[in-house]
């Protein structure tokens, strides 16, 4: 029985280091495979740092080649040596300019390729959707508590909202959430009666529009090509956009988060976006003026704006204007925008939220100025206050854009704008 018994015993043994070398493999082929999946997931090109930086480089070089060429005029050209110097700093800016076009070119290929590659590494992913509600139903959504309560409720708070944002606001975790008793989850913000309670907002009023005053602009040869630099450099500023915004959907896709780095290059890369598009808007603005407004009918101040003011809180664009052939006077007020920014909001004087362009914006902005600290702009809201509305114009003035392709890329130029007055009917 003794060799049956050792037999057995030896033959458990060998089916035991079988079951073993099983299992040994099998792991082995699923990490192969996982290998092989994280293989299709090969990391990022490596990019030039001058790409990060091309759009805010070339805008520089838009400002400067500008405010260069306006000196053309006062240049005595029988001073040889103005000319000489004129003609270097001109010469130095055209190889600049060389020199920005040879790096967009590299900078467009790199871009591709960090698209194309986060697109392998996380195709169909998507991370850029609406975040959903924490947790389950909170206590006083199952009680049905109106708003007013639900606002100040820790557990609905955290359910809802993140961020904690300036001015004591808290920001919804998704814009177009309803909550549990099927009410849209509001903008919040602090009570100014009791900083230790939030409010929900209202739906900001909404500006109104004088009827008929609508005008579409479109750019001539010289004005698009005035623009053409400053296009360029918002059209690669979407495109950073567009390949961190991709990058990020990879990293999430691939680890669940978002590397530290690529955070800040789409941060960086959004206000490229932003400052290219205002300036795009600073040439609608000043298009409309010289169309609106030339200067062989009539007189224009200064700006009425403190230059030095680069926040909010004012207007972007205030003059006087002077028929010179009725002498009659009037205040130009123009809110410059983007192709596709939108209206600003801010709150008003009555604590309710105003839309850029209503009448409660209008004072609210008015208020501000009386009260700065800049005697600029203490000036000017005493100004507006004095002026009577009939002899007020505040105008909305949106830059136009025509889409182009260059180097397989879909660029966009200049084409004009399109304004519309704002209605101060109060």
């Known amino acids: 029985m003794a060799p049956r018994r050792i037999a057995f015993a030896s033959r458990r043994t060998r089916l035991a280091r079988l079951a073993a070398l099983l299992i040994t493999l099998a792991v082995a082929w699923t990490m192969s495979i996982g290998t092989a999946v994280q293989a299709q997931a090969p990391a990022p090109p490596p990019l030039d740092p001058a790409c990060t930086t091309w759009s805010q480089r070339a805008l520089a070089h838009n400002t400067e080649t500008n405010a260069h060429n306006a000196e053309a005029p006062s240049i005595d050209r029988t001073d040889v040596g103005a000319v000489t110097s004129f003609d270097n700093v001109s010469k130095q800016l055209n190889d600049e300019k060389a020199t920005l076009d040879e790096q967009r070119a590299g900078c467009v290929t790199q871009f591709q390729q960090m698209q194309k590659s986060a697109r392998a590494g996380a195709p169909g992913k998507s991370a850029t959707g609406p975040k959903p509600p924490r947790g389950p139903p909170t206590a006083i959504e199952k009680r049905n508590a109106p708003m007013a309560e639900k606002v100040n409720d820790p557990a609905y708070l955290d359910r809802y909202y993140d961020n904690a944002g300036p001015d004591g606001e808290l920001r919804r ?66 495109l950073s956009v ?164 260059r180097d397989g890329v879909v660029t966009q130029r200049y084409d004009g704008y399109r304004s519309e007055q704002f209605d101060l009917t109060r």
């Open 242 to 405: 567009k390949t961190w915004l991709a990058q990020k959907q990879s990293e999430i896709a691939d680890t669940g988060a978002a590397t530290a780095q690529t955070e800040a290059e789409l941060s960086q890369a959004y206000a490229a976006q932003t400052s290219t598009g205002q300036e795009i808007g600073r040439y609608a603005g000043d298009h409309f003026l010289d169309y609106t407004y030339p200067l062989d009918r009539y007189d224009r101040s200064p700006p009425l704006t403190d230059p030095n003011n680069t926040r909010s809180g004012t207007f972007d664009k205030v003059y006087e204007v002077t028929d010179k052939s009725t002498g009659k006077k009037k205040i130009v007020i123009v809110e410059e925008k983007g192709p596709e920014s939108a209206l600003g909001t801010r709150v008003g004087l009555k604590n309710e939220d105003c839309k850029q362009g209503s009448r409660c914006y209008y004072d609210s902005i008015v208020n501000a100025l009386t009260r700065s600290s800049s005697e600029i702009e203490q000036d000017l809201g005493l100004r507006l206050l004095a002026t009577a509305d009939s002899d007020i114009e505040y105008v909305l003035v949106r830059a136009a854009v025509a889409s182009e392709q």
């Open 173 to 238: 975790r998704n814009a177009n959430q309803i909550d549990e008793n099927g009410e849209p989850v509001p903008i919040i913000r602090q009570d100014p009666a009791d900083s230790t309670r939030y409010i929900a907002a209202a739906a900001p009023t909404p500006p109104k529009f004088v009827p008929g005053s609508v005008d579409h602009q479109t750019a001539s040869l010289p004005q698009w090509m005035d623009a053409s630099e400053a296009m360029e450099a918002r059209s690669m500023a979407i």
